[in-house]
């Protein structure tokens, strides 16, 4: 993945990232942990609004409309939940700012929020805001020939896709345990492990619920394409969770996932997730913060 204006250059709205602002917080994201490049929150920008098209609002409602006639039989109901807590509108683009916002309703919930980013965020800087409980959002969104599947993040997977499971205390204090041990660590080992467990959970995780397959990974609830082909296809090979499993297992990210993971409960990955991150913090030597 590429910064911003390069990595959307296709889509109709990338001049929203592309300004001095959005290169400047670009900038600073790629330097994070550097010295004098500690402060997480100058990787910030504002969502300009004004700057969404009628085609961009339009890309909105048809994904979601596809999506939600899926999921509201498909996905978790910790999701569904989660995304009637938060607001969730088909009308038009969530909003980050104000009394309409998602983050107003979030906020109050479980003290999470989702704050607007230039790009990508090399992986110091994504770790910090997942431990100030602070969702990176990319602000863009996909281009009306991409509706189907895009191989990086945008509004529509960022928002609709993660923000809902935020809503929810359990998997919330997951991610944000997930976000303090991942900055814990700068072991090449450990790094990989920590990838393949978000990519097999936040992005691509199922859930079993009422003794049916459900869907909660990001990667799936935003794709309408491999929503259905995580639960439908006779090539998919779901397997039970097991944390040190799915840290021992490689991923491809350009085509859909060929292996997926079964929680039996949000309280299973919360549990996994503490007990990794007491290894790292008793292999780093140091006193965990308290959340």
Known sequence: MTEGDKKYAGSLNHAMIAGPEGRAAQEYANRFGEPG?????????????????????????TLYDTQMAYLTTHASEVYLSGARSINLVRDHIPYLQGPQSVNHFLAKLTGWKSRAVPGYLPAKAFFACLARREFPTTVVIRPQESLHYLPE??????????????????????????????????????????????????????????????????????SPGESKNALLSQEVDRRPFDLDTVCNTAFEIDHYQPILYVLESFEQLRDAMNNYATRLIE?????PAHA
Not at 192 to 200: D, M, P, S, T
Not at 283 to 287: D, M, Q, R
């Open 37 to 61: 490049y500690d402060d997480i929150t100058k990787v910030y920008i504002e969502q300009l609004y004004e700057g969404y098209t009628q085609e961009n609002q339009q890309s909105w409602r």
């Open 283 to 287: 292999a780093a030597g140091k006193v």
């Open 153 to 222: 993040p945008d509004i529509f997977h960022d928002i609709f896709g993660h923000v809902p499971l935020h809503a929810d205390p359990v998997f919330a204090d997951f991610l944000q345990t997930y976000g303090k041990a991942a900055l814990l660590t700068n072991d090449p080992y450990h790094t990989e492990r920590l990838a393949r467990l978000f990519w097999f959970t936040v992005e691509f995780g199922l859930i079993r619920e009422a003794g049916e397959i459900k869907l909660y990974g990001s990667g799936l609830i935003s």
